[in-house]
Structures are given as C-alpha cells and as structure tokens.
C-alpha cells in the first residue's frame, strides 16, 4: 500500500498567477533608469575606488590647499620687540560715520618726513573758504550792541577799532563782566576762530566807531 | 544789500535789548539767507545784510517779518 500525494492543479494555477511578471520586466527594473547590468556597476566602483584611494591628508596638502597655510603667520606669543612678521597683508576700508551715512575717509598726498606719503585729510577750520565780508561803520556806546554772521561763522576775524575809545568785545556771547577783550583805540585785532557767529561790543564809557571783517 | 528797519521804541530795548544773533536766527528760520545782521540798541536799530539785492516781494515779507518781531518784543 502506497501514499500518492497530488498535488491540485487549481492551487498551482492560484499560484502561478502571482508571477504576473515577465522575467524581461524583472531585469528592466533591476537595471534601473541608467539601464546598467551589474557589471556595469562594478565598473563604476571600481572607478570611484581610483579616485579616492588617497588619504584626505594627502589631499590637504595638495598645491591648492597648502598654499593657504603660506597665508598665515605661525602662532607666537605677543611680547615687546617681536620682530616683523611675514605674513599676508589684509587691507580694512576705513569708513566714517556721519550720523546718516557711511563714507569713505580721504587721505592727502603729502610730503612726510621727507617723501610723498598719505595722510589722513582734515578739515582746516581756520582756512577761510568763503567770501570776505565787511561791516563798517558801526557805532559804539555804553549800551552793548551786536553783529551776528553767518552759518558757520567768521574763521578769521578782524576788528578794527576806528576812534579814540577802547571797544570792549564779546565773540559769540555777550561781553564779559570782567576782564573783556578790548580792541584799543585806533588798532585793530585779527581773531582766528573756529566759528565766530557774534560780535558783542559795547565801550566802558564815551563812544567809538568800528569796522569788523571776516572770512568764513 | 543791506536793509534797516528801526525799532519804534528803542528805549524797552534797556530791558531786553536786541540779540544780534537770536534775530539772525529768526530770520535764517523764516528763509532769508543774510551774510550779517547788526543790532543797535541804542537806536533801535536793526540791519541787515544780504549778498545781493532783495526781490519787491523778499522785501515785502522780510519787512513784515521784522514787524512781527518787533511787535512780539
């Protein structure tokens, strides 16, 4: 007496039927959209594998990168007489700030120390740059009186008292209780000022005649 | 150019003269553009000093700017 085991036909179609897949397909969609056979890819490594079968250090040190490290100064101790280091000069914009903006701050061609240098340029607020103006004639008594100038004021002032009385002076505040600048009689005074805005005058007593002149 | 306006009472001015500086001031303010301003307080005297000359309508206005301050003084 045998076991004959059978196996059903309509269990093997079930099964047959998930292989809903042709073997052409299966190796389009192993090979991917590049199409490449798995010899391809070994190829391609071993490729990859060619490139980097140096070390990073090695890398590092090649002409691109190794000349950076010339940029840099080796790493000292900062103390008194060091002497000059060699080392990759880095240029800094110098910018001033007006209250609003940013600008860039002018230099001069001068003689420094015996050869053409640049300075830092200033503003000379005692170099006169505008127009001379003359107010002449101007009467003076005990009752303190006043010229006012111009924005941004006289930078060279002259005072030329005229008559037979000192003229006691004030510049840009009235004249002073004690000790005030006096202009004596027939002289004249030249100020150098930053910005002389007003002239007070009055005499201590009598009257004179004065002239004031200006650069502003 | 200069322009002279005279103060009608130059003896309040013992109290609270004329600031030759502080009229400058007002008058740079209200658009003129004076080279120098004198005062004489003695006089009641005020002058004004311009580059050039003032246009009929410049005057005008400043005339009436000098009154409003001596009114207001």
């Known amino acids: 007496m045998s076991l004959i085991e059978i196996l059903d036909p309509s269990y093997v179609k079930l099964r047959l039927d998930n292989l809903d897949l042709s073997l052409t ?14 010899t391809d890819l070994d190829t391609d490594l071993a490729n990859i594998y060619a490139r980097v079968d140096v070390a990073l250090s090695t890398r590092a040190s090649e002409s691109t990168l190794s000349g950076l490290s010339g940029k840099f100064p080796s790493a000292v101790a900062l103390a008194d007489n060091l002497s ?24 001069r061609a ?23 103006y003359m107010v002449d004639d101007i009467s003076v008594s005990t009752t303190e009186a006043s010229t006012a100038i111009s924005a941004p004021g ?17 510049i840009n505040a009235s004249v002073p209780a004690t000790n005030p600048l006096k202009v004596r009689a027939r002289t004249a005074k030249i100020f150098l000022f930053g910005g002389a805005t007003a002239v007070y005058y009055k005499t201590a007593a009598g009257s004179t005649t004065i002239s004031i002149e200006w650069f502003n | ?69 001596f009114n207001g003084w």
């Not at chain 1, 190796?27 to 590049?34: E, F, Q, V």
């Not at chain 1, 006289?154 to 004030?170: F, R, Y």
């Not at chain 2, 200069?2 to 502080?22: C, G, N, Q, W």
């Not at chain 2, 658009?31 to 002058?47: K, T």
């Open chain 1, 154 to 170: 006289a930078k060279v002032l002259k005072i030329t008292n005229k008559g037979d009385v000192d003229c006691l002076i004030g």
């Open chain 2, 1 to 69: 150019m200069s322009y002279e306006y005279i103060y009608p009472k130059p003896d309040k001015l013992r109290d609270k003269p004329f600031r030759a500086d502080e009229l400058m001031k007002i008058i740079a303010e209200s658009g003129f553009n004076p080279i120098a301003l004198r005062v004489d307080n003695d006089r009641g005297s005020v002058v004004i000093y311009f580059a050039g000359e003032l246009g009929e309508k410049e005057k005008k206005t400043l005339g009436e700017l000098m009154a409003d301050i």
């Open chain 1, 110 to 132: 001068l003689d420094i120390v015996g050869a053409t240098g640049r300075a830092l340029a200033i503003v000379n607020f005692l170099t006169p740059s505008r127009m001379p």
């Open chain 1, 84 to 107: 000059n280091p060699t080392t990759t000069i880095i240029g800094g914009a110098l910018l001033g700030f007006d209250g609003t903006n940013w600008g860039r701050v002018a230099v």
């Open chain 1, 25 to 38: 397909s299966l190796r389009d969609a192993l090979r991917g959209t590049g199409n490449k056979t798995l």
